[in-house]
């Protein structure tokens, strides 16, 4: 069955002044939605994997982590972004647990152009197993709005 926009615009704007009325907790609260498609055959259609980009950032504290050669690096810097240079992931020496540990120490990447394609040889697939593979940072790109995208996209499956 179909819910009308305006009836569901109604029950969120409920939601949101409960929350913020008498009953303000002292977490972030979250919203979970489920979405039934029809004319999908999930036997035949397996997997959905897509990005979207929301309005509004929800995620302002997300950790992103610049991997990137010395302009990019005085960039993300100045950006208030973590850094790391290619001498720097070479002392991962491919040890499996740092590189892990390292994963799980930001919730994204970004990483120059030229420096990108060098990454699975220096840290193997660590990244790519944890779902972090870096975004790409082109030189003309401005590092904030970048973080911007990668905060504001929500992926799902």
Sequence with gaps: SRINAQVMEEAIKGMLAHAKGENKRNFLESVEIQIGLKGVNPQRDRRFNATVKLPNNPRPNMKVCCIGNAHDIERATAAGLDCIDMDGLKKFNKDKKIIKKFARKYDAFIASKSVIKMIPRVLGPGLNKAG?????????????????????????Q
Excluded at 140 to 155: L, P
């Design 132 to 156: 972090k593979f870096p975004s790409i940072l082109d030189e003309k790109d401005n590092v904030s709005t970048i973080v911007a995208d990668i905060q504001g996209n929500v992926r799902f």
